[in-house]
């Protein structure tokens, strides 16, 4: 198939190499600002995909992320930030990336054009119907994602992607594509930059927005954060005193008593201390 694939066409900038450092960082910084903005054309796609993961997450499905190089690690970061930050199971968002864990750190030659391990990937954590399923690949043909999402769809599990160029494969293959063009890269062809940016963008987003709409935010605050180390035990602490009018040192005792700031609300709201 045939499709114009604008992340790697030629970068905007030539002769690099003779570019001062402050002329190499105005012009990175001057391709970065447009990330927003072709993230804001697809926001009526990224919201379809939202509703769905939300409808999914509500009815005890899962969220997975598949992807390879940077946008599977994109997938890890943003599944692996969501319990300390929603206070949610580690088994709620979960991402893969080809290769295994070991692609985290290191790449893994050629692990991005299996046409197999992603689906047993998936099949490992005893995926269904019930779940959902969102490829990462900027290029938007990477064959571990594509072969992934065809699998899912063929089980009738739901699909989504997140991909930075228009009408490739994989964003034809998804049932709710996400797709931000943000054009050529300061280095001609290095996805990890502007595509890495835009789907860190997007991922916040769907993280964000699911974990809100199930109820993991009041207010503006994170009231079922993991109290993990002292600096969140300080911000919990903090929105305890602002909440309920009441003492640090009382706070920090209901803290350890309750665990979260969202039981100590609703333990004194109940009328018990």
């Known amino acids: 198939m045939n499709f114009e694939k604008t992340t790697e066409k030629d970068s905007n900038y030539n002769n690099l190499e003779n570019m001062s450092v402050n002329e190499i960082i105005t012009n990175i910084n001057n391709e970065d600002k447009t990330v927003a903005l072709a ?16 409808e999914k997450l509500k009815n005890d499905g899962r969220l997975f992320y598949i992807g390879a190089g940077t946008s599977g690690r994109l997938g890890i970061l943003d599944a692996s930030e969501c319990p300390p930050t929603f206070g949610v199971s580690h088994d709620l968002v979960i991402g893969l990336i080809a290769g295994g864990d070991s692609a985290i750190r290191k ?4 692990a ?7 689906w047993a990937d998936l099949k490992a954590y005893n995926i269904t119907d019930k779940d959902i399923v969102v490829g990462i690949a900027a290029s938007g043909t990477t064959p571990y994602v594509l072969h992934g999402l065809k699998k899912c769809n063929e089980q009738n599990i739901v699909t989504g992607c997140i ?24 280095i001609t062809g290095s996805s990890r930059m502007k595509a890495g940016t835009a789907q860190k963008l997007v991922l916040n987003m769907i993280t964000t927005a699911t974990m809100i709409q199930l109820g993991k935010v ?17 911000r919990g602490t903090q929105m305890l005193v602002k909440e309920l009018n009441i003492s640090e040192f009382k706070a920090k005792e209901l803290l350890d008593k309750y ?15």
């Open 112 to 118: 991005e054009d299996s046409k197999e391990q992603s």
């Open 107 to 110: 790449a893994v030659e050629f």
């Open 259 to 273: 665990g979260n700031v969202r039981e100590v609300i609703k333990h004194l709201k109940n009328g018990r201390n």
């Open 39 to 54: 993230v804001e054309e697809a926001l009526p796609q990224i919201e379809s995909l939202i509703k769905q993961v939300v």
């Open 218 to 234: 009041k207010g503006n605050k994170m009231v079922d954060m993991q109290l993990s180390n002292h600096k969140l035990v300080n």
């Open 163 to 186: 991909v930075c160029n228009h009408q490739s494969p994989i964003s034809i293959e998804a049932n709710y594509p996400i797709e931000v063009i943000v054009g050529p890269e300061f």
